[in-house]
């Protein structure tokens, strides 16, 4: 008899789990999960701002393109969003899921090709900086006070571009991994939900 009770505690439990919703439950769901992750996504890319922002100062170059760009985004993001949060139909937030996935991806490539064109670009004197840098940080570790290495009387030799250069496309994939897990999952959520958007509206018509 207990093992009966048991059994009919779990199916209880079970169809409380598989309950049906309605095509409205549905939409509002989805559209509260999209909005969301669209508060996510302004929250990322104000982290990743600050983080450039603080890798410009003690680069001593401000980011002015990328403060310009992500004021840009910033401003589509909110436009879409607000989109999002007064759309009353399931079409209207379909629009607005890719128009926001469509933007997500854009300034990610951006930024990524951004940080890879500067350093091509400068990669004479990276390396050097580099360079200056390690001898720098081997002279302290000696214990004796030295003037700091000026990078641009440092000739380096073949090797030299070689580990850096190795050591900046590690850094690449490095960023790369970084955007797949933030913006890539953010990518990945919202077309789960337009996917379940489009499914419904099939079974409307």
């Known amino acids: ?3 009966l009770e048991l059994l009919k505690k779990d199916w209880n439990k079970k169809s409380e789990e598989f309950k049906e919703y309605s095509e ?3 939409y509002k769901m989805i559209k509260l999960k999209s909005v969301s992750i669209t508060k996510i996504l302004l929250f990322v890319g104000l982290v990743e701002m ?3 922002t603080v890798y410009g100062y003690l680069n001593k170059e401000f980011p002015y393109i990328r403060i310009m760009m992500f004021l840009i985004f910033t401003g589509l993001i909110v436009f879409v969003f607000r989109r999002m949060k007064s759309g009353q139909d399931s079409m209207t937030l379909m629009k607005s899921i890719l ?3 469509r933007l997500i991806f854009g300034y990610a490539f951006i930024s990524l090709l951004l940080a890879v064109t500067d350093n091509i670009i400068h990669f004479d004197h990276n390396t050097r900086d580099f360079m200056a ?3 720098d940080g081997w002279n302290s ?3 004796t006070k030295v003037l700091p290495a000026d990078s641009e009387t440092i000739m380096p030799v073949l090797g030299n ?3 850096f250069g190795i050591i900046l496309m590690i850094t690449f994939y490095i960023l790369y991994i970084v955007y797949k897990r933030t913006y890539g999952k953010i990518l990945q959520d919202l077309r789960k939900n337009y996917k379940e958007l489009g499914y419904q509206e099939e079974k409307a018509i």
């Open 161 to 163: 571009y070689v580990i």
């Open 50 to 52: 600050i983080l450039w």
């Open 133 to 135: 840098g390690l001898k």
């Open 1 to 3: 008899m207990e093992e």
């Open 141 to 143: 570790g000696g214990g």
């Open 24 to 26: 409205n439950e549905i």
């Open 99 to 101: 128009n926001l996935r």
